[in-house]
C-alpha cells in the first residue's frame, strides 16, 4: 500500500523568495518519487523524478527536492519564485519495478507567486 | 506536434448520453492509462492498458469502459453519463526510463467534462 500526503493544499509567496512545497509519503516497497506541475488549463509535466540514484534531485526550472527516508518526506523547494511558477504541484509516488505504473497521487498544492 | 493528444478538450453533455473520449499518442509507447481529476483530489486511476490485448481495471472504473484500438490509441467511455461523472480526464502514456524500471508517465493536455 502507498499513500502521498501533501501538507498545504495552498501556498502563497512573493516573487524572488524561496519555495517550499512539503509531501510525505507512505509505501510498503522502496519507492520512486515524482514532482508534477499542471499551469492551467493544461496537463501535467514532470519536474523531477527520484529513483534511488541520488538523494538530492534536480528537475526543470531550477526546482530541487531532496528524498528523506528517515522522514519520509520528499520535499520541492526553489530559492527564487517566479510569477511562471504559478501552477498547481502534485507529489507521486510509486513502487519501484514491476508495480511502477501505479501511481499514486497526493491532492495537490496550488502555488500562488505574489508580484 | 504534442506527442499526447485528447480529444475533444471540452464537452458538454446531458445525463445519460453516451460520450466517448480519445486519445492518440505518437511517443511509440506500449502502456497507457486514463485518469480523472477532481479538485482537491488528485488524479485517480480509471483504467490503465499495457498493450492491445491487455486491459486493466483501476482504483474508479465503475461507469466507465475502454477500448484500445491499435498501441497509439485508447478511448474511454462513458454509456450513460452522470453529473458526478463531470471532471477534467486525462490519458498518459508510459515505457520504462533508464535502467531503474521506472515507469516515467507522460500526460496528454485534459478533456474537461461536463454532464448536466
Known amino acids: 500500500a502507498q499513500s502521498v500526503t501533501q501538507l498545504d493544499s495552498h501556498v502563497s509567496v512573493s516573487e524572488g523568495t524561496p519555495v517550499l512545497l512539503r509531501c510525505n509519503y507512505s509505501s510498503s516497497y522502496s519507492p520512486s518519487l515524482f514532482w508534477y506541475v499542471q499551469h492551467p488549463n493544461k496537463g501535467l509535466q514532470l519536474l523531477l523524478k527520484y529513483t534511488s540514484a541520488a538523494t538530492l534531485v534536480k528537475g526543470i526550472n531550477g526546482f530541487e527536492a531532496e528524498f528523506k527516508k528517515s522522514e519520509t518526506s520528499f520535499h520541492l523547494t526553489k530559492p527564487s519564485a517566479h510569477m511562471s511558477d504559478a501552477a498547481e504541484y502534485f507529489c507521486v509516488v510509486t513502487p519501484s519495478g514491476a508495480g511502477s505504473y501505479q501511481l499514486t497521487f497526493g491532492k495537490g498544492t496550488k502555488l500562488s507567486v505574489i508580484p | 506536434d504534442a506527442d499526447v493528444t485528447q480529444t475533444p478538450r471540452n464537452r458538454i453533455t446531458k445525463t445519460g448520453k453516451r460520450i466517448m473520449l480519445e486519445c492518440s499518442q505518437t511517443k511509440g509507447h506500449d502502456r497507457m492509462y486514463w485518469y480523472r481529476q477532481d479538485p482537491g483530489l488528485g488524479l485517480r486511476l480509471i483504467y490503465y492498458?499495457?498493450?492491445?490485448?491487455?486491459?486493466n481495471k483501476g482504483e474508479i472504473s465503475d461507469g466507465y469502459s475502454v477500448s484500445r484500438q491499435a498501441q497509439a490509441k485508447f478511448s474511454l467511455s462513458l454509456e450513460s453519463a452522470i453529473p458526478n461523472q463531470t471532471a477534467l480526464y486525462f490519458c498518459?502514456?508510459?515505457?520504462?526510463?533508464?535502467?531503474?524500471?521506472?515507469?516515467?508517465?507522460?500526460f496528454g493536455p485534459g478533456t474537461r467534462l461536463t454532464v448536466l
Open positions: 492498458s499495457f498493450d492491445v490485448k491487455d486491459i
Open positions: 498518459a502514456t508510459s515505457e520504462v526510463t533508464g535502467t531503474s524500471g521506472i515507469y516515467e508517465q507522460f
